[in-house]
C-alpha cells in the first residue's frame, strides 16, 4: 500500500506564494493534486506523468501554479505563487491515476494540507 504525505500547507496573504510537497513511501507513476473547499466538491487542479514531460492544469491555475516532481525521493511538489482567497482549500496529493490524469480515479491519496489565503 503506497503511503503519500502532504506538507507545506499554511496560512497566507492574497498574492503570496506557497510549495506543497507531496512524498510517496514508494515508486509511483502519474501523480496529482486536486483541492476541497468548503461546501464544494473535490476538483483537479495539477498532473504529471512520471517523466515529468507530460502536466496538465485546471484553467484556474494555469500561469500561476507549477508541477514538478523528482523521482529519486519519490516527490512531486506544486509551486502557487500569485495566490487568491479562492485557492483556499485542503490540497491532496494522489498517486497512479487509473483512468486518466485530469479524473478523480486515482489508486493512492494522501490525507491533505490545509492552504488558507486571506484577502
Known amino acids: 500500500q503506497v503511503q503519500l504525505v502532504e506538507s507545506g500547507g499554511g496560512l497566507v496573504q492574497a498574492g503570496d506564494s506557497l510549495r506543497l510537497s507531496c512524498a510517496a513511501s514508494e515508486r509511483v507513476a502519474g501523480m496529482g493534486w486536486f483541492r476541497q473547499a468548503p461546501g464544494k466538491e473535490r476538483e483537479f487542479v495539477t498532473a504529471?506523468?512520471?517523466?515529468?514531460?507530460?502536466?496538465y492544469y485546471a484553467d484556474s491555475v494555469k500561469g500561476r501554479f507549477t508541477i514538478s516532481r523528482d523521482n529519486a525521493k519519490n516527490t512531486v511538489y506544486l509551486q502557487m505563487n500569485s495566490l487568491k482567497p479562492e485557492d483556499t482549500a485542503v490540497y491532496y496529493c494522489?498517486?497512479?491515476?487509473?483512468?486518466?490524469?485530469?479524473?478523480?480515479?486515482?489508486?493512492?491519496w494522501g490525507q491533505g494540507t490545509q492552504v488558507t489565503v486571506s484577502s
Open positions: 504529471i506523468s512520471w517523466s515529468g514531460v507530460s502536466k
Open positions: 494522489a498517486a497512479n491515476p487509473q483512468s486518466g490524469y485530469t479524473q478523480m480515479d486515482y489508486a493512492f
